[in-house]
């Protein structure tokens, strides 16, 4: 009946006005009741339509018309008008509306069957943004996926760092959410996602897992983008469950009904009240892509039509009291983007015929005049009602968001954003003129920044725990083979000092260890330790190579402190013992590869699939320790394999070198340290690549490209700075004799002794060379052993001389010392 009446009007409005002319009627849908309702459209149509063709220089000898339908913001009604009219005697030029989305998608997927352009002035659906499924398209709006973005950039400018983002299962709220989280690692803002479909059986068990991010993890400012029943049965779930309720931020959907909460009783099956709602909702903040009133209204500048926004606007009231129309109740400020957008309408089609094509042939299969009207429609600016008018595409461009507050059910305008751009890397500096939203619990700001901290202080933590446990670790292990070896062999013992060094390092370490176990007692260690799934599983790989760069260092000291203490009565010295070395060198990087792949995957698999079930029987909070594993990889598998891989192989080419390296540097020890060196460069490397990839590139098979990519660029690297290393100990021969050196150094007591030995055995088969031993060759070829052991490449009488030890002239400066041992000998 009221769609009656207001069509009434309009034509009463139009008596005597474009007689002569010809009509240029396009198709008006709007929902004159249900969800999203806006009955005054046809109302604020004729005052944008008497504008239009009441200028002589706009359309000349037509008159512009709008045939409005109704389509309830359902998308069988809108089909239902959008057919009847088209099999009606009416030629329509285009489709303006509707302003739902849910009918506007119907809409625009089937009207370009027909070449017909759909306009809508307020549609947000993210899906539509699709040119190849929607290619006649245009909105004289914002789309959803910018209004997300807009309450991101309101999050930034508070300085807000830890956010947690509720999706209903949704095109219009999940299909931007990849879009929303690249943003929000732009602008390093730590934030968790959680999406529940009303629709499923186990949405209670959904719901649940989204509440933990409040109850356990310490999320407090909220993103809640899901429609008013969904919402109010999630608010109604929180209730129940957190108590006592933390008071929370939240940034809602600004586009509610009014009294949007009011069923909440019917909804909930008597859970909850409309009060218990308005308990936790109350001081929410709104995020809406469109002017209020309010705040249109502000503005002085002059409109197309010439008038100001306030006479616009004392027109558009005038005209609904005259026509007894409840104007208080039903105005809407969509019904001054309307206005404008069926001014960029008239403006498009004013230009297409200036272009030369005639409207009085259109047919519905004359798609040369739909290019031209849809390319010149979206092409417009002028100072609209709402005021400019430009568009960035097929999509308005939009310079101010506005701000509402949830106050009981009702949306209260409270300022606006300017210089905020739809495009999401073009936030520019944002002009805060929020100045009287009551009790908008700022410190909430305060509580964002402690969680980033502790997030930063939990990760520098962790991984000192894992670097120094995974160091106790190995150097026990390689100290034991060691001593193990040194027994078995019968090898001289270490220094008297080191079992109180060992005692120190293994102390040290536990009570690092120990420090940082009751440092995460109140569980914020863990809470905070990961932002997100996928990161989780960086940060965990960081924190590996962080132990295997302290392990690295620490394996090659062991290893240069065994060939130290035990190498000079190994049998078959060098290669002995670099055959032995190169065991070491295959033991630790194996287990330290495993240990690494191992962790990752056993980190994702401890996931929500095997405790939530318990947890959600038993009703135990998750323990502090326990939260850390959950992490879900099945975005992350190819990292994690690619890396592993990766790793394995290059250490497989440091031992391939290590192989060859050994006969190249004619047996030298020292090849040793430059695998070792080699092995931890490379690691370093892999380090600080991986911390990079943490905060420039989402985790997901472009970064598994990247990690065997830059894996390898840093062995490389690594390689390139051990060459000139190599390149030394090959050409100068001092690097061959260098472990000799040091070893006369170090032992010149025990060289002496046996020098002294062989001395004697050299007399004793003297004395007996003309008689007949026992055992003469097995005496033999222990003399030639002892000889073989020792570092000498010559005769024993080339370096030293019987009469050389005995002759005052030339003095032994071991020789009085070497005479008490050998009294001992004998």
């Known amino acids: 009946m009221k769609l009656i009446l207001l069509s009434i009007i309009w034509l009463v409005l139009q008596i005597g006005k474009g007689q002569g002319q010809k009509d240029l009627v396009i ?45 309830d913001c359902s998308n069988k009604v809108a089909l239902e008008s959008f057919i009847n009219s088209l099999i009606s005697n009416e030629t329509y030029l285009g489709v303006f509306g509707p302003g739902c989305s849910i009918a506007a998608v119907a809409i625009a997927n089937i009207s370009p069957a027909y070449g017909l352009i759909t306009f809508t002035y307020a549609a947000a659906s993210p899906s539509l943004e699709d040119k190849e499924r929607y290619p006649y398209f245009i909105r ?6 910018n209004i997300a973005i807009g309450r991101i950039n309101f999050i930034a400018s508070h300085g807000w760092e830890r956010v947690a983002i509720f999706n209903q299962q949704e095109e219009i709220f999940v299909y931007n959410s990849y879009a929303v989280q690249q943003v ?9 996602t959680a999406t529940f479909d009303t629709q499923s059986q186990n949405v209670e068990a959904q719901i649940y897992n989204a509440i933990d991010l409040i109850d356990n993890l310490g999320y407090r400012i909220i993103i809640a983008n899901m429609y008013e029943n969904a919402a109010v049965s999630f608010i109604c779930q929180l209730k129940l469950t957190v108590n006592p309720l933390p ?9 509610y009904t009014r009294g949007w909460d009011e069923q909440a009783y019917n909804i909930t099956n008597g859970k909850c009240t409309t009060q218990d709602i308005r308990d936790v909702i109350n001081g929410a903040i709104g995020i809406i892509p469109y002017q209020l009133f309010d705040s249109i209204l502000q503005s002085n500048h002059r409109t197309i039509s010439g008038l100001t926004p306030q006479e616009l606007y004392n027109e558009y009231e005038q005209i609904a009291l005259d026509n007894n129309l409840n104007f208080v109740e039903e105005r809407d400020s969509l019904d001054a983007y309307l206005y404008d957008s069926l ?15 005639d409207p009085e042939t259109f047919n519905y299969s004359n798609f040369d005049f739909t290019n031209a009207l849809y390319m010149n429609t979206y092409s417009q600016a002028f100072n609209g009602w709402t005021g400019d008018v430009t568009y960035f595409g097929r999509e308005r461009q939009q310079k101010t968001i506005q701000v509402v507050e949830f106050v009981d059910g009702r949306i209260e305008y409270r300022g606006y954003y300017t210089n905020f751009s739809v495009n999401p890397s073009q936030f520019g500096n944002t002009t805060n003129v929020i100045s009287n939203i009551s009790d908008f619990k700022i410190w909430q700001e305060d509580r964002a920044s402690d969680g980033i901290k502790d997030r930063f202080t939990s990760f520098i933590l962790f991984g000192v725990v894992l670097a120094t446990s995974t160091c106790v670790v190995i150097y026990v292990t390689v100290l034991i083979i060691v001593i193990l070896i040194g027994v078995k062999k019968n090898l001289p013992p270490a220094k008297k000092s080191e079992p109180l060094i060992n005692i120190v390092i293994l102390a040290t370490n536990y009570i690092i260890v120990l420090i940082a176990v009751l440092f995460t007692i109140d569980g914020k260690f863990f809470s905070t330790l990961r932002p997100d799934a996928p990161q989780c599983i960086i940060y ?17 000291a062991v290893l240069a402190k065994a060939s130290k203490y035990y190498f000079i009565v190994v049998k078959n010295k060098f290669r002995y013992t670099g055959w032995l070395q190169a065991r070491y060198l295959l033991l630790f990087p194996t287990v330290l590869v495993l240990f690494d792949v191992v962790l990752i995957i056993a980190w994702g698999l401890i996931s929500p699939i095997t405790y939530q079930s318990f947890v959600i029987s038993s009703g135990v909070t998750d323990p502090p320790l326990i939260r850390i594993y959950r992490c879900e990889i099945s975005d992350n598998v190819g990292f994690v394999v690619a890396l592993g891989l990766v790793n394995t192989l290059l250490i497989l080419i440091a031992l391939f070198l290590a192989y060859h390296l050994r006969k190249v540097v004619n047996k030298s020890h020292r090849y040793s340290s430059v695998i070792v060196w080699l092995m931890y460069t490379s690691v370093v490397f892999n380090l600080i690549i991986i911390l990079l990839l943490v905060f420039v590139t989402e985790p ?86 002892i000889r073989k052991s020792t570092m000498f490449s010559g005769s024993i009488n080339e370096s030293y001389q019987l009469d050389d030890l005995d002759s005052p002239a030339k003095k032994n400066p071991y020789a009085e010392h070497n005479e008490k041992r050998t009294k001992t000998f004998a």
């Open 27 to 71: 198709l008006g849908l709007y929902p004159e009741r249900g969800g999203w309702s806006l009955p005054l459209a046809p109302l604020s149509s004729t005052l944008a339509l008497n504008d239009i063709n009441s200028r002589p220089d706009l359309l000349s000898g037509y008159n512009f018309r709008v045939d409005w339908k109704n389509s």
């Open 140 to 145: 004289g709006s914002l789309s959803d996926t």
């Open 184 to 192: 929000l690692r732009d602008l390093n803002i730590d934030y968790r």
């Open 247 to 255: 008071y929370l931020t939240w940034l809602m959907i600004g586009w």
């Open 343 to 357: 001014w960029t309408y008239a403006l498009g089609l004013n230009q297409t015929i200036a272009d030369g094509y």
């Open 540 to 556: 965990c790989h960081a924190q590996v190579m962080l132990a295997s760069v302290s392990g690295s260092i620490l394996y090659g």
């Open 700 to 785: 997901n098979i472009r970064l598994a490209l990247s990690a065997i990519f830059t894996n390898i660029i840093a062995f490389i690297i690594a390689s390139i700075i051990g060459l000139p290393v190599v390149y030394y100990l090959i050409k100068d021969p001092k690097g061959v004799t260098f472990f000799k050196t040091q070893a006369q150094d170090e032992f010149p007591e025990d060289i002496q002794l046996l020098k002294l030995r062989i001395t004697a055995l050299e007399r004793d088969l003297q004395v007996y060379k003309d008689k007949e031993a026992e055992h003469p060759s097995g005496l033999q070829r222990m003399v030639n052993r």
